[in-house]
């Protein structure tokens, strides 16, 4: 079985950052999705708004109808949508937070808008919604219960549940950045709150390279916790350079045996068996070109594909061996050479 990729319309941006302006132009969505295409990706993560622009100006029967086009332009191009997720990190009724803020509108608007990510991820037959709570936490610790905090985001995951039983959720977590401390940091407490909710099965994660690396864990052993539960269901390849921003680099342009365990691991445990893609969540360098902008996502497929390769030629017999010896630095410069020779 070959992997299938996924990317999002963002991972192509413009190169703004919190200290500058954008430094390209804006490609236009349609044909984003059409070089997506072109470069062997088969579906397209998109947040509400990226199929829906200017979403909370636009009517149930407007959003229905730009859903409808955007669904079409997604058929005539082969692709699919992988997940729907509703980003309630951007409007001013989001700033304390959206699930868990402290004021009940804001959180009924969280869960409307998260309602309507269901209505259209619907139109474009797609079955998964992608939640990364963004601003659910604190950047003053006093200024929330946690306790009511959890029991919120419960709340909001039991509302999407009901409102559509054949809608899978999943959970991407990240211990921080753009707030000091979230409420639910990793894998192991996104899996735990699941359990919670009225559908334990139908609610599992995202884990995103840089945001294990964020927390202080190993990518890899994230992705291992979550398969070992059956509920990784989508992941978000990047890298990261150690306790920055989440800078969302290329796919082991950073830590290439990191990445090499992250590639084992998903085809040792036959991950997309299920229908899963191998998403990529990765960021064009502000210093990117306009015409070089979808290198970082290139470079990522190239590299996960050969560490791919690499991962089917590991040897298990002498992993065995060193193992059967306690030789492990045996077994290190065994993957060190494996990685390095051509
Ligand atoms: C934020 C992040 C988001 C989510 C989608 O760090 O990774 O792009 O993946 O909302
Ligand atoms: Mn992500």
Redesign the pocket.
């Known amino acids: 079985m070959s992997f299938k990729f996924s990317v999002g319309p ?1 991972n192509v941006s413009e190169g703004a950052d919190r200290f500058g302006p954008p430094v390209r132009k804006s490609i236009k969505f349609a044909e984003k999705l059409r070089n997506f295409k072109n470069m062997g990706i088969d579906a397209i993560q998109f ?1 509400d708004d990226d199929v829906v622009p200017n979403i909370n100006e636009k009517s149930k029967k407007e959003i229905e109808k730009e859903a409808k086009e955007v669904k079409k332009i997604l058929d005539n191009l082969g692709l699919v949508a992988e997940f729907v ?1 509703p980003r309630l990190w951007e409007d001013i009724r989001t700033v304390d937070g959206a699930f868990t803020s402290n004021s009940i509108e804001d959180r009924e608007y969280a869960i409307n808008r998260a309602k309507t990510s269901v209505d259209i991820a619907n139109i474009l037959n797609c079955k998964l919604i ?1 939640l ?1 709570y963004a601003r659910e936490g604190t950047y003053c610790y006093e200024s929330k219960n946690p306790i009511s905090g959890f029991d919120h985001l419960v709340i909001g995951l039991n509302e999407i549940l009901s409102y559509d039983e054949n809608i899978k959720i999943f959970i ?1 977590a ?1 211990p921080n950045e753009p707030i000091d401390r979230s409420f639910l940091p990793t894998i192991g407490h996104a899996l735990a709150l699941a359990n919670k909710t009225i559908s334990p099965n139908r609610v599992g994660v995202n884990l ?1 390279t840089a945001h294990a690396i964020l927390a202080g864990l190993d990518p890899a052993t994230e992705i291992a916790f979550a398969l070992y539960f059956n509920k990784l269901f989508a992941v ?1 390849l990047n890298d990261q350079n150690g306790l920055r921003y ?1 800078q969302d680099k290329a796919f082991g342009a950073e830590n290439l045996r990191q990445a090499f365990n992250q590639v084992k691991v998903l085809v040792e445990n036959n991950y997309g068996k299920n229908g899963e893609f191998v998403g990529l ?1 990765v960021q064009a360098m502000r210093t990117q070109k306009l015409d070089d902008s979808y290198k970082a996502i290139k470079n990522s497929i190239k590299v996960f594909k050969l560490l791919e390769e690499k991962a089917k030629k590991f040897d298990y017999n002498f992993q065995k061996e060193c193992i059967d010896k306690r030789d492990y630095e045996e077994l290190e410069i065994y993957v060190i050479e494996l990685l390095l020779n051509g």
């Open positions: 963002w947040h997720a992608g990364w991407e990240k995103e978000h989440d969540d």
